[in-house]
Protein backbone atom coordinates (compact mmCIF):
# COMPACT_ATOMS: atom_id res chain seq x y z
CA UNK A 1 0.00 0.00 0.00
CA UNK A 2 2.96 2.19 0.69
CA UNK A 3 4.64 1.68 -2.69
CA UNK A 4 0.96 2.64 -4.10
CA UNK A 5 0.75 5.60 -2.50
CA UNK A 6 4.23 6.76 -3.31
CA UNK A 7 3.41 6.23 -6.71
CA UNK A 8 0.22 8.22 -7.13
CA UNK A 9 0.13 10.83 -10.12
CA UNK A 10 -0.13 13.58 -7.35
CA UNK A 11 2.85 12.45 -5.22
CA UNK A 12 5.04 11.75 -8.49
CA UNK A 13 4.55 15.27 -9.60
CA UNK A 14 4.76 17.18 -6.28
CA UNK A 15 8.21 15.04 -5.80
CA UNK A 16 9.73 15.93 -9.13
CA UNK A 17 13.21 18.20 -9.57
CA UNK A 18 12.16 22.03 -10.59
CA UNK A 19 13.34 21.71 -13.80
CA UNK A 20 10.84 18.83 -14.89
CA UNK A 21 8.28 20.67 -12.82
CA UNK A 22 8.35 23.74 -14.65
CA UNK A 23 8.17 21.16 -17.92
CA UNK A 24 4.70 19.59 -16.78
CA UNK A 25 3.63 23.37 -15.87
CA UNK A 26 4.74 24.70 -19.27
CA UNK A 27 2.68 21.52 -20.53
CA UNK A 28 -0.53 21.48 -18.72
CA UNK A 29 -0.62 25.49 -19.70
CA UNK A 30 -0.03 24.69 -23.67
CA UNK A 31 -2.67 21.70 -23.32
CA UNK A 32 -5.28 24.12 -21.49
CA UNK A 33 -4.68 26.70 -24.37
CA UNK A 34 -4.87 24.50 -26.84
CA UNK A 35 -8.36 23.06 -25.74
CA UNK A 36 -9.45 26.77 -25.95
CA UNK A 37 -8.69 27.43 -29.38
CA UNK A 38 -10.33 23.87 -30.00
CA UNK A 39 -13.67 25.39 -28.73
CA UNK A 40 -13.49 28.54 -30.46
CA UNK A 41 -12.18 26.61 -33.62
CA UNK A 42 -15.33 24.10 -33.74
CA UNK A 43 -17.84 26.98 -33.42
CA UNK A 44 -16.39 29.48 -35.53
CA UNK A 45 -15.87 26.98 -38.24
CA UNK A 46 -19.59 25.48 -37.99
CA UNK A 47 -21.06 29.21 -38.02
CA UNK A 48 -18.79 29.80 -41.24
CA UNK A 49 -20.22 26.41 -42.95
CA UNK A 50 -23.98 27.91 -41.73
CA UNK A 51 -23.06 31.34 -43.40
CA UNK A 52 -21.77 29.61 -46.43
CA UNK A 53 -25.25 27.48 -46.82
CA UNK A 54 -27.31 30.57 -45.81
CA UNK A 55 -25.91 32.54 -48.34
CA UNK A 56 -25.47 30.41 -51.36
CA UNK A 57 -29.37 29.48 -50.53
CA UNK A 58 -30.20 33.79 -51.32
CA UNK A 59 -27.65 33.81 -54.35
CA UNK A 60 -28.85 31.01 -56.18
CA UNK A 61 -32.55 31.67 -55.46
CA UNK A 62 -32.90 33.65 -58.62
CA UNK A 63 -33.69 36.87 -56.60
CA UNK A 64 -32.18 40.68 -57.48
CA UNK A 65 -28.42 40.68 -57.04
CA UNK A 66 -28.55 44.59 -56.34
CA UNK A 67 -31.24 43.84 -53.38
CA UNK A 68 -28.95 41.11 -51.97
CA UNK A 69 -26.08 43.19 -52.39
CA UNK A 70 -28.33 46.10 -50.50
CA UNK A 71 -29.48 43.65 -48.24
CA UNK A 72 -26.12 42.57 -47.10
CA UNK A 73 -24.89 45.63 -46.71
CA UNK A 74 -27.45 47.33 -44.71
CA UNK A 75 -27.07 44.15 -41.93
CA UNK A 76 -26.27 44.56 -38.52
CA UNK A 77 -23.45 42.16 -38.71
CA UNK A 78 -20.00 42.78 -40.87
CA UNK A 79 -20.46 40.27 -44.10
CA UNK A 80 -18.22 37.79 -43.81
CA UNK A 81 -16.99 34.12 -45.84
CA UNK A 82 -18.82 34.09 -49.07
CA UNK A 83 -20.96 37.31 -48.41
CA UNK A 84 -17.59 39.40 -47.78
CA UNK A 85 -16.46 38.10 -51.24
CA UNK A 86 -19.62 38.96 -53.23
CA UNK A 87 -19.90 42.07 -51.62
CA UNK A 88 -16.16 43.15 -52.38
CA UNK A 89 -16.62 41.58 -55.82
CA UNK A 90 -19.99 43.13 -56.74
CA UNK A 91 -19.00 47.30 -55.29
CA UNK A 92 -15.83 47.12 -57.04
CA UNK A 93 -17.83 45.90 -60.06
CA UNK A 94 -20.61 48.88 -59.53
CA UNK A 95 -18.14 51.45 -59.37
CA UNK A 96 -15.80 50.11 -62.30
CA UNK A 97 -18.87 50.14 -64.59
CA UNK A 98 -19.99 53.86 -63.54
CA UNK A 99 -16.24 54.90 -64.78
CA UNK A 100 -16.82 53.31 -68.07
CA UNK A 101 -19.97 54.90 -68.83
CA UNK A 102 -18.40 58.11 -68.36
CA UNK A 103 -14.87 57.03 -69.44
CA UNK A 104 -15.77 54.90 -73.16
CA UNK A 105 -12.04 54.07 -73.38
CA UNK A 106 -12.55 51.83 -70.41
CA UNK A 107 -12.47 47.97 -71.66
CA UNK A 108 -14.42 44.97 -69.99
CA UNK A 109 -11.95 43.53 -69.12
CA UNK A 110 -10.03 46.39 -66.86
CA UNK A 111 -13.45 46.26 -65.09
CA UNK A 112 -13.30 42.37 -64.51
CA UNK A 113 -9.91 42.23 -63.57
CA UNK A 114 -10.50 45.18 -60.82
CA UNK A 115 -13.35 42.90 -59.94
CA UNK A 116 -11.10 39.82 -59.47
CA UNK A 117 -8.68 41.70 -57.34
CA UNK A 118 -11.55 43.28 -54.77
CA UNK A 119 -12.93 39.75 -54.75
CA UNK A 120 -9.24 37.90 -53.98
CA UNK A 121 -8.40 40.60 -51.06
CA UNK A 122 -11.83 39.17 -49.45
CA UNK A 123 -10.81 35.97 -50.06
CA UNK A 124 -7.05 36.44 -48.23
CA UNK A 125 -8.90 38.30 -45.47
CA UNK A 126 -11.34 35.01 -45.16
CA UNK A 127 -8.57 33.02 -45.68
CA UNK A 128 -6.51 34.65 -42.56
CA UNK A 129 -10.09 34.56 -40.34
CA UNK A 130 -10.12 30.65 -41.40
CA UNK A 131 -6.88 30.10 -40.88
CA UNK A 132 -6.12 31.37 -37.07
CA UNK A 133 -4.87 29.09 -34.33
CA UNK A 134 -4.34 26.76 -36.67
CA UNK A 135 -0.07 27.63 -36.27
CA UNK A 136 -0.90 26.75 -32.85
CA UNK A 137 -2.28 24.06 -32.60
CA UNK A 138 -0.13 22.50 -34.68
CA UNK A 139 2.98 23.76 -32.85
CA UNK A 140 1.68 22.10 -29.84
CA UNK A 141 1.18 19.04 -31.65
CA UNK A 142 4.63 18.95 -32.96
CA UNK A 143 6.74 20.47 -30.38
CA UNK A 144 4.89 19.37 -26.99
CA UNK A 145 6.00 15.68 -27.12
CA UNK A 146 9.69 17.05 -27.49
CA UNK A 147 9.02 18.93 -24.31
CA UNK A 148 8.17 16.64 -22.32
CA UNK A 149 10.36 14.30 -23.66
CA UNK A 150 13.05 17.32 -22.24
CA UNK A 151 11.36 16.44 -19.12
CA UNK A 152 11.99 12.76 -18.92
CA UNK A 153 15.58 13.09 -19.73
CA UNK A 154 16.24 15.69 -17.20
CA UNK A 155 14.17 13.41 -14.86
CA UNK A 156 16.31 10.34 -15.35
CA UNK A 157 19.40 11.91 -15.07
CA UNK A 158 18.62 12.92 -12.25
CA UNK A 159 17.57 9.72 -10.83
CA UNK A 160 20.56 8.06 -11.53
CA UNK A 161 22.56 10.97 -10.12
CA UNK A 162 21.01 10.07 -7.21
CA UNK A 163 22.34 6.50 -7.68
CA UNK A 164 26.23 7.46 -7.74
CA UNK A 165 26.29 7.94 -4.15
CA UNK A 166 24.57 4.73 -3.36
CA UNK A 167 26.09 1.39 -2.66
CA UNK A 168 23.59 -1.24 -3.81
CA UNK A 169 20.87 0.24 -6.36
CA UNK A 170 17.44 -1.35 -6.24
CA UNK A 171 14.23 -1.52 -8.50
CA UNK A 172 12.45 0.78 -5.54
CA UNK A 173 15.40 3.44 -5.66
CA UNK A 174 15.04 4.10 -9.35
CA UNK A 175 11.69 3.15 -9.94
CA UNK A 176 10.42 6.64 -8.15
CA UNK A 177 12.76 9.07 -10.24
CA UNK A 178 12.07 7.42 -13.36
CA UNK A 179 8.26 7.30 -13.01
CA UNK A 180 8.24 10.91 -11.97
CA UNK A 181 10.32 11.51 -15.26
CA UNK A 182 7.71 9.54 -17.63
CA UNK A 183 5.12 11.80 -16.28
CA UNK A 184 6.27 14.37 -18.00
CA UNK A 185 6.35 12.66 -21.43
CA UNK A 186 2.82 11.37 -20.59
CA UNK A 187 1.54 15.17 -19.87
CA UNK A 188 3.22 15.97 -23.37
CA UNK A 189 1.35 13.24 -25.41
CA UNK A 190 -1.54 14.31 -23.53
CA UNK A 191 -1.07 18.03 -24.98
CA UNK A 192 0.21 16.68 -28.38
CA UNK A 193 -2.24 14.42 -29.35
CA UNK A 194 -5.71 16.16 -29.23
CA UNK A 195 -4.03 19.08 -30.91
CA UNK A 196 -2.99 17.04 -33.72
CA UNK A 197 -6.99 15.48 -34.47
CA UNK A 198 -7.76 18.74 -34.12
CA UNK A 199 -5.71 20.82 -36.36
CA UNK A 200 -6.12 17.82 -39.26
CA UNK A 201 -10.04 17.90 -38.58
CA UNK A 202 -9.63 21.83 -38.77
CA UNK A 203 -7.64 22.19 -41.76
CA UNK A 204 -9.79 19.93 -43.72
CA UNK A 205 -12.83 21.96 -42.70
CA UNK A 206 -10.56 24.86 -44.29
CA UNK A 207 -9.83 23.54 -47.30
CA UNK A 208 -13.70 22.69 -47.90
CA UNK A 209 -14.73 26.07 -47.19
CA UNK A 210 -11.97 27.60 -49.31
CA UNK A 211 -12.82 25.01 -52.24
CA UNK A 212 -16.59 26.17 -51.90
CA UNK A 213 -15.18 29.89 -51.71
CA UNK A 214 -13.24 29.80 -54.66
CA UNK A 215 -16.05 28.12 -57.00
CA UNK A 216 -18.40 31.01 -56.15
CA UNK A 217 -15.36 33.29 -57.35
CA UNK A 218 -15.43 31.98 -60.16
CA UNK A 219 -19.46 31.57 -60.94
CA UNK A 220 -19.34 34.91 -59.61
CA UNK A 221 -17.03 36.60 -62.42
CA UNK A 222 -19.04 34.86 -65.26
CA UNK A 223 -21.92 36.02 -64.51
CA UNK A 224 -20.79 40.09 -63.28
CA UNK A 225 -18.71 39.34 -67.14
CA UNK A 226 -22.02 38.49 -69.09
CA UNK A 227 -23.93 41.89 -67.22
CA UNK A 228 -20.53 44.17 -68.50
Known amino acids: MNVTNDMSIFTLVSGASLPVQVVMLILLLTSLASWWYIFIK ?4 KAAAENVDQFEAQFWSGGDLNELYERIGSGR ?3 QGMASIFQAGLKEFIRHKQQKDTQRDAEVSDVMEATRRAMRAAYNRELDYLDSHLPFLASVGSVSPYIGLFGTVWGIMNS ?3 LSNVAQATLSQVAPGIAEALVATAIGLFAAIPAVIAYNRFAANVDR ?3 RYESF ?3 FTNIL ?3 A
Open 42 to 45: VFSL
Open 77 to 79: KTP
Open 209 to 211: LLV
Open 217 to 219: MEE
Open 160 to 162: FRG
Open 225 to 227: QRR
